[in-house]
Nanobody, 124 residues
């Protein structure tokens, strides 16, 4: 059973940085993709970033390009989301998710396994 546990959220001011972690366990062999999504109150869950465990290709939403960086630690089975220059509009619950062999990494419904989420609040 694949399990994901997010951590690292918090309350920060605009312009600050945070690093989110997604600890994964139970993955079998294969080319998994792990993504970060976020959901603000009253809004749909939206794609933020994703990384392929094999090869390391990364993908970003336009709204976070140049500010957020996704990375993976193969040894520790952890995916990180480094968030710099945070804005109030980045405020949301951030979820990590994973699936095997995805071609469409941008669509939440394609992911099989989800974490519980971590709150990020950016004050102006």
């Amino acid at each position: 059973q694949v399990q994901l546990v997010e951590s690292g959220g918090g309350l920060v001011q605009a312009g600050d940085s945070l690093r989110l972690s997604c600890a994964t366990s139970g993955r079998t062999r294969g080319n998994y993709v792990t993504g970060w999504f976020r959901q603000a109150p009253g809004k749909e869950r939206e794609f933020v970033a994703a990384v392929r465990w094999t090869g390391g290709s990364t993908y970003y939403a336009d709204s976070v390009k140049g500010r957020f960086t996704i990375s993976r630690d193969n040894v520790g089975n952890t995916v990180y989301l480094q968030m710099n220059s945070l804005k109030p509009e980045d405020t949301a619950v951030y979820y990590c998710a994973t699936a095997l062999g995805l071609t469409d990494v941008y669509t939440a419904g394609r992911y099989n396994y989800w974490g519980q989420g971590t709150q990020v609040t950016v004050s102006s």
